[in-house]
């Protein structure tokens, strides 16, 4: 029996907007069959209840490929107060491959709303599904935010051959050698009060397990940004074509800027990648746009000819469209506080021992953002971590 089911949902609260972002898909209802459904949230309430429990067994990808069949869905949103009592109610739609994206405006009422129950009431009409129960995430000044990537900047994954890909879908995570020195670090700034978000080019339907290794990891609050691969295969789209399989520029760059639009302009932001593909490249644009070191436009004529950024013409219309909706967050944010500043740090995991990045003259004078830093993966560790 199939039912619909929330993929990274996420609930952002700030002083002006509550925003959602999140996929539907329908899948297998586990707890109907008696089957285990993931430990995560098991986990979860059992640190919250200070209870020791058996970790279960994590899931792997390939568990997961339905999510790659595309619905029309209507989810149906009620804001509660503390007291529960309901402030909001709306039904939104989503997009053919079930996705949704947009915001809440708040006012004095609207902000009131602490809790989010969510349900599903347009494949059975008159039938109204419940989701679950969220509370959004609270971002207030001053905003602190650290963006990681994940393969090969926390798990270091491989899909170069058609065995390594297979091993990848068919493997839990943890299988992988986990990158120590970057989840030392990221977990230092969550210490230090930032909001973590994970971006990956991993497929859609990676979700669970990655969820998973993060709280293997004790990496428990971390709204995740994964690939829809549904996308790729709607030819009639074009939001991502098949050249966005191994192109990661323009995807990656284009969740940078809506994580930022979601949450407003923080005063500190951590940027974390490696130096394997393009994420020097992709962080460093967004430094210059953050600076207004350069006028949005010109910037983005810059990208177009560059072989990391291959844009069809509406991917490239959209990204420019981005990039004057923060340009004008930022002004917008600077306007109300003169003072206010992003404090902009990134981190790039070496590839073997390179002691400088290389990139286009472009971005010379936004070099000294970045620090090199070893992953801290060796054979010792890897032996320790594929015998546990």
Request: glycine share 4%; hydrophobic share 40%; with cysteine.
């Amino acid at each position: 029996m199939k039912r619909p089911h929330l993929v990274h949902f996420l609930s952002i609260k700030t002083d002006e907007n509550l925003h959602i972002k999140c996929s539907m898909t329908l899948k297998e209802n586990l707890i109907a069959q008696g089957k285990n459904p993931g430990f995560a949230l098991e986990i979860a309430q059992g640190i919250a209840k200070g209870i020791t429990k058996e970790i279960p067994k994590p899931r792997f990808p390939i568990q997961a490929f339905r999510m790659l069949v595309g619905e029309d869905f209507k989810m149906k949103i009620i804001g509660l107060d503390d007291q529960r009592n309901e402030i909001y109610k709306k039904v939104f739609e989503s997009d053919n491959r079930g996705q949704f994206n947009f915001k809440i405006p708040l006012n004095e009422h609207r902000n009131k709303i602490s809790v989010l129950q969510i349900y599903e009431v347009g494949i059975s009409p008159g039938l109204e599904i419940h989701l679950g129960t969220f509370i959004p995430l609270i971002i207030t000044d001053p905003k602190k935010i650290v963006i990681c990537d994940f393969d090969k900047t926390l798990v270091d994954t491989k899909y170069s051959t058609t065995k390594e890909l297979y091993r990848s879908l068919t493997k839990p995570l943890d299988y992988f050698p986990t990158v120590t020195r970057s989840v030392s670090v990221i977990k230092n700034y969550i210490k230090e009060g930032f909001h973590p978000f994970i971006l990956s080019a991993s497929p859609h339907f990676y979700e669970d397990a990655m969820r998973d290794w993060l709280y293997q990891n004790q990496i428990y609050s971390a709204g995740i940004f994964l690939k829809d691969y549904r996308q790729v295969f709607n030819f009639f789209d074009g939001d991502l074509t098949p050249k966005d399989l191994k192109i990661q520029g323009l995807y990656k760059l284009n969740h940078l800027l809506d994580i930022l639009m979601m949450t407003g302009i923080p005063h500190d932001l951590v940027l974390m990648g490696d130096n394997f593909e393009s994420d020097p490249i992709i962080y460093l644009s967004l430094s210059k746009l953050i600076s207004e070191s350069i006028d949005p436009w010109k910037l983005w004529k810059e990208l177009s000819g560059m072989e990391v950024f291959q844009m069809n013409k509406k991917q490239s219309s959209q990204l420019l469209n981005k990039f004057y909706q923060l340009s004008n967050d930022i002004k917008k944010w600077k306007a109300h506080d003169p003072e206010a500043k992003c404090n902009l740090k990134i981190w790039i995991r070496k590839k073997v021992q390179e002691d400088k990045i290389s990139v286009p003259d472009f971005f010379d004078q936004e070099l000294p953002l970045i620090e090199l830093y070893e992953g801290m993966i060796n054979s010792k560790e890897v032996l320790e971590q594929r015998e546990e």
